[in-house]
C-alpha cells in the first residue's frame, strides 16, 4: 500500500526532528585543553570541595564531569609526555620528570614521538600552546614548535628564581622577558588565550594552555591574595585556585563570546594527584605515589549541542584517551605504525555510552610497575624504598606519601573501596594471581625495574631514579 501524502510528511517531519536532536559532529571543531597541576581531586567545588570554584563548577554543570580519570604518570614530565602522545611514559621514551640539571641535558621529548598537535595540523589546524612545558624545551627537536605547534608562550619548565631561565618567559624560541615574576604568569597566559579567541580565524584551532596552577611556589597574584577569605597557608592556596578558577572563566566567555561555543570542545584536567598544599579526598595518596590520590584526577568535558550538560561518569578513561577523542572528533586518523596506549571516548563524552574503554590500567612511578587496575579491581605490587624514583625515596613531611614500602600484595575493590582502606588480598588470591599475570606481560612489553620491553623507547638516563 502507498503512504499517503499526509503520512509521508509525518514521517519526513520526524526523521528532520531525529536527525536535529542527535546532530552530527561539527566538522573540524576547535579545542581547547586547559590542563592544570597538581590540582588535586578534592580541590574543586564539583568534586565536593567545602570551597567552591564557581567557573570551574558551571563548566562541569554544563558538560560532562568524569569521576574516574586516570593519568599515566603521578608526576609532571611523564604524565605531559603520556597525554600529548596517547601513550604510556615508558612506550614513549619518558618515564622520569626531568630538571634543568647536566643529567637531563639531553633528556625530552622524543622527536619522532608524535603529539596532538602533529596530528591535528595534518588536518589543517592552527596549534598553539601557552604555559608550562617541561619536556625538554632546549633540547633539540623537544621544543614545542618542534612538536607540532605554530606558537609558544610560556616558561620552559617549574618556575624557579634559583635556576638560570626557570623564571623567563619565552616567545616561540625567544626571550620575551626575563626574570618575570610568577604572580604576573597567570594573567599574561589567560590574555593571550583570550586574544587569541577573539582573532578571526582561517583554521580551526587547537589550544593547549597548561597552566602552572597549583605547583609550587604559591603565590596568587595581588588581585587575588585574600579572595578566599582564608588565613594562612591553606588560604593561600584557596587563593591560586579562585585565580586558576577566574581564568577559566575568561576562557569559557571568550569562546562564548566569539560565538563558537557549538564547535568548540573546551577539555580541563589535572596532570597528577595534588603535592602537600591539595587534597584528593575521599581519594588516599596524592602526587608522587600510586594511590589513586596520585593518578585520579579532576577531568571536564564541555560542548554545548555535543556533550548533554550536568552528565557525570563513573567509567574510567586516561589522560591518553585525548589523542584518540580529539582525533575522532576531527577526522584525523591514528598513526598505524606504533601502539596507542588511549581510547576513543567520542561515544562515552556524549552519553551514548557509560562502558569504558579499558579493563586494564598501569599505574607505573617511574620505571617501577607498582599497581594495576582491572575493571574495579586494583592490585598494589610489593615494593621497597629502593625501588621508588627520586621524588618517592622519602615521604618528608608530606602525609600524602604513603605506601613507599609495601611487603605484601594489597587488593582493593574501588567500587566500594575508592580510599583503598580495605585490603581483600586474603579474601581473593585467585583475583590477584590473575592480575599479577598482566603484570608481569606489561612489563615484557613496556618495561620495569631492571626489564627492558619489546616496545619500550629507551630512555637514556644514567640511574634514572635518582636526581642527579
Known amino acids: 500500500m502507498t503512504p499517503s501524502p499526509a503520512k509521508l510528511l509525518i514521517c519526513v517531519c520526524l526523521l528532520t526532528a531525529f536527525h536535529t536532536a542527535h546532530a552530527e559532529t561539527p566538522s573540524r571543531p576547535n579545542i581547547i585543553l586547559l590542563f592544570v597541576d597538581d590540582v588535586g581531586y578534592g580541590d574543586l567545588g564539583c568534586y565536593g570541595a567545602k570551597d567552591p570554584t564557581p567557573e570551574i563548577d558551571r563548566l562541569a554543570s554544563e558538560g560532562l564531569l568524569s569521576t574516574d580519570c586516570l593519568v599515566a604518570a603521578n608526576v609532571c614530565g611523564p604524565s605531559r609526555a603520556a597525554m600529548l602522545t596517547g601513550r604510556y611514559p615508558m612506550r614513549c621514551g619518558h618515564p622520569i620528570s626531568r630538571h634543568n640539571t647536566t643529567k637531563y641535558a639531553e633528556y ?78 597567570t594573567r599574561l597566559y589567560t590574555d593571550e588565550v583570550v586574544d587569541f579567541i577573539k582573532q578571526e580565524h582561517e583554521q580551526p584551532f587547537f589550544i593547549y594552555f597548561a597552566h602552572h596552577i597549583a605547583h609550587s611556589p604559591i603565590l596568587p597574584s595581588e588581585s587575588f591574595r585574600g579572595a578566599s577569605g582564608k588565613k594562612g597557608r591553606a588560604g593561600l592556596y ?153 621524588w618517592a625515596k622519602r615521604a618528608g613531611g608530606n602525609h600524602m606519601k604513603i605506601h613507599l614500602s609495601v611487603k605484601q600484595p594489597m587488593l582493593f575493590e574501588l567500587d566500594s573501596d575508592i580510599a583503598e582502606k580495605r585490603n581483600l588480598y586474603p579474601q581473593h588470591p585467585e583475583v590477584a594471581s590473575g592480575m599479577m599475570r598482566k603484570a608481569d606481560q606489561m612489563r615484557a612489553e613496556i618495561g620495569g625495574l631492571n626489564v627492558v620491553g619489546s616496545d619500550q623507547r629507551p630512555h637514556n638516563l644514567i640511574n634514572p631514579h635518582e636526581k642527579f
Open 108 to 185: 625530552g621529548i622524543e622527536s619522532d614521538e608524535l603529539t596532538i598537535a602533529e596530528l591535528l595540523k595534518e588536518s589543517g589546524y592552527y596549534n598553539k600552546a601557552v604555559g608550562k612545558w617541561h619536556l625538554g624545551f632546549h633540547v633539540d627537536g623537544s621544543h614545542p614548535l618542534d612538536a607540532g605547534f605554530d606558537e609558544y608562550l610560556g616558561l620552559h619548565s617549574n618556575y624557579s628564581k634559583q635556576i638560570e631561565h626557570a623564571d623567563t618567559l619565552y616567545r616561540n624560541r625567544e626571550i620575551q622577558e626575563e626574570h618575570v615574576a610568577f604572580e604576573k604568569v
Open 238 to 390: 584557596r587563593d591560586f585556585l579562585l585565580e586558576l578558577d577566574h581564568s577559566v572563566g575568561r576562557v569559557v566567555d571568550a569562546v562564548q563570546d566569539a560565538g563558537i561555543s557549538e564547535n568548540t570542545l573546551i577539555v580541563l584536567m589535572s596532570d597528577n594527584g595534588p603535592a602537600v598544599n591539595g587534597s584528593a579526598r575521599p581519594l588516599s595518596g596524592g602526587k608522587y605515589v600510586t594511590m589513586e590520590g596520585g593518578h585520579r584526577v579532576p577531568a571536564i568535558f564541555y560542548w554545548p549541542g555535543q556533550i548533554p550538560a550536568g552528565t557525570v561518569s563513573n567509567a574510567m578513561i586516561t589522560s591518553m584517551d585525548l589523542l584518540p577523542l580529539f582525533c575522532h572528533f576531527t577526522g584525523t586518523p591514528l598513526p598505524s605504525d606504533r601502539t596507542i596506549d588511549g581510547r576513543d571516548i567520542s561515544r562515552l563524552i556524549r552519553g551514548e555510552s557509560n562502558e569504558s574503554p579499558h579493563q586494564t590500567f598501569y599505574y607505573y612511578n617511574g620505571l617501577n610497575l607498582q599497581a594495576i587496575r582491572k575493571d574495579n579491581w586494583k592490585l598494589h605490587l610489593p615494593r621497597t624504598i629502593a625501588d621508588q624514583p627520586y
